[in-house]
């Protein structure tokens, strides 16, 4: 049940708070006082797409927020323990619509996805105006009115997990066939690929020591000679670098004994020596391995090309043609297993596919014979909302299979889908003697207001939802009529809160909870406000709705007189 609701800076509202309670709540006021704002809040309380053109002008942000009461053992309560709120503390939505940051989603205080709103307000409540009105005539919405007045969502619910279950096997097997047609020509590619590669024989890191030794290969006299007169100039010959740093050391030995401060020194240079020897040995050693081989050399960059090409048809690295092999091994390992995995998923689709049929066919016979319960319900409802000569049918239809069909989603005749097999158009004729025809093409806004209205009740016991709003529930109706569907509304309202916004005094009268919207201007501002009223001003208002803005003395005794004979 909503409790609360809270409007700042949304369109022309700047601040309005709003405590609805349980039973009828009417809401009343002039044309453009704001009513239909109200209800866009509720929609976007619900979970809605939000709109920054709805921030009321020279502010940077709209907040909504409403409270609800949460039923401890109700499924919406299920929902959110799910996703860790606690029902016990009722349910707080807030949300805040930005012209410059990313609209923000908080309930019960926590920051929250657009997606989890979806979730938890899916059962919520429900509002029933011109866009509802405008569902009706889907034949979509009809068939799920058949079943949840039948108690058939868990039925159909099955229906759509085994189709849903098929779906992907059948791409799976499309797939798989589709490579069995390419089956040997693809093999022998395969096979082709996987022997030039393992014929190279390639390791990690190859080809960049191969092009460093190609390179030690084209340089070898230069090497050769830059290598041997380094160790002449620091070994070999007459005066080197050692033999001078050798000399050093036995002079500052001597002057060490004389000065001991010396010796740090005279050992630094001792370490140099050895370290220069060091160097001329590995300088040695490296002269005594380079090579000027001109076969070596060939060897090598017919080395490099071979790798270069296998680079060039399976990856930029050496390491990219390694995961290559294993990706063209894995594929055949797979293709070897190809027609095994065919006859597996085929098996799969076989029993699905009787098990979808046999689901189908037992949804579209309790969904006929619930039909003909509900079109009478519906007919006897209307005739309480003065349409007592109307014909209310439902028709069903079924979609032929075509050429293009895949049979497992077929019955031998028609065509499967996530709600089965049927079709179904809701026929009327308010008129005695005029064949029933699609209430799309039929029926008043009148007419479709009261449709609505008798859908609401006849499922008012079964449907999940604990909040209704009407909005345009009055479209096109009057006088008598107005009343029938105000005594309507009250009974509704045994079973579910209501929040009704109205034009017709017929209707009002019959609130439970009664308020005012109203728009002024303050400081060349357009204001919206919203009353809950009192007996006395209740009566003012009817009055109003009676009359207009001109009230008289015998406005004030009707409308006196149509709120005692509902609530003496």
Request: aromatic share 4%; charged share 25%.
């Amino acid at each position: 049940m909503l409790q609360e609701l809270s409007i700042r800076n949304f369109a022309i509202i700047d601040d309005l708070q709003i405590s609805f309670s349980d039973g009828l709540n009417i809401l009343s006021g002039e044309t453009g006082a704001g009513k239909s704002i109200i209800i866009n809040a509720v929609n976007l309380l619900l979970g809605s797409r939000a709109n920054v053109g709805l921030i009321r002008t020279g502010n940077e942000t709209a907040e909504l927020e409403a409270l609800f009461q949460i039923a401890k053992q109700s499924t919406i309560a299920g929902i959110m323990r799910k996703n860790g709120f606690d029902p016990e503390e009722g349910l707080l939505i807030r949300r805040i619509i930005s012209r410059k940051d990313r609209h923000r989603i908080y309930i019960n205080g926590h920051l929250a996805t657009t997606q989890t709103l979806n979730l938890i307000t899916e059962n919520l409540a429900s509002i029933s105006g011109q866009h509802a009105h405008q569902r009706l005539l889907k034949e979509e919405k009809q068939l799920e009115i058949i079943d949840q007045f039948g108690d058939l969502i868990p039925l159909r619910d099955e229906v759509s997990g085994c189709f849903h279950a098929i779906v992907p096997l059948i791409r799976n097997l499309k797939n798989l066939k589709a490579k069995k047609a390419r089956h040997a020509e693809h093999v022998q590619l395969l096979e082709f690929q996987q022997k030039e590669i393992r014929q190279a024989s390639i390791t990690t890191g190859e080809d960049t020591a191969l092009e460093q030794e190609r390179i030690r290969l084209k340089n070898g006299e230069e090497l050769y000679q830059v290598v041997h007169s380094s160790v002449e100039a620091l070994y070999s010959s007459q005066g080197a670098a050692v033999e001078r740093l050798v000399k050093v050391q036995k002079d500052l030995e001597k002057a060490s004994r004389i000065d001991p401060a010396l010796v740090p020194k005279t050992e630094s240079i001792t370490e140099a020596a050895i370290y220069l020897e060091d160097i001329a040995e590995e300088l040695r050693t490296y002269l005594e391995n380079i090579q000027i081989d001109e076969n070596r050399l060939e060897a090598v960059e017919a080395r490099l090309d071979t790798l270069t090409k296998l680079k060039r048809k399976y990856g930029k690295s050496l390491e990219d043609v390694l995961l290559q092999l294993e990706s063209i091994d894995h594929e055949l390992s797979g293709i070897d297993n190809l027609s095994e995995n065919i006859v597996d998923t085929e098996k799969k689709l076989s029993f699905l596919h009787g098990k979808l049929v046999k689901l189908a066919m037992k949804l579209s016979t309790k969904r006929k014979r619930t039909a003909t319960t509900l079109a009478k319900k519906v007919e006897r409802e209307l005739g309480t909302l003065k349409m007592s000569q109307t014909t209310f049918q439902i028709s069903f239809r079924t979609i032929p299979v075509e050429e293009n069909t895949d049979t497992y989603l077929t019955t031998e005749k028609n065509i499967i889908n996530e709600t089965g097999i049927d079709r179904v158009t809701f026929l009327i004729a308010p008129n005695v003697g005029e064949p029933p025809k699609p209430i799309s093409s039929i029926v008043s806004g009148g007419e479709l207001s009261r449709v609505v209205l008798a859908l609401k009740a006849i499922l008012a016991k079964s449907e999940a939802v604990e909040t209704v709003v009407f909005d345009e529930v009055d479209a096109g109706i009057g006088g008598s009529v107005a009343e029938v569907v105000g005594k309507k509304l009250s009974s509704l309202a045994c079973h579910h809160q209501i929040i009704c916004i109205t034009h017709l005094p017929q209707i009002a009268r019959f609130g439970d909870h009664h308020f005012s919207i109203s728009k002024h201007v303050a400081q060349g501002r357009t204001r919206t406000t919203i009353n809950r009223l009192t007996e006395t001003k209740r009566v003012k208002e009817i009055a109003r709705m009676l009359g207009g803005e001109k009230i008289t003395r015998a406005t004030l005794e009707h409308a006196h007189e149509m709120l005692n004979s509902v609530h003496p």
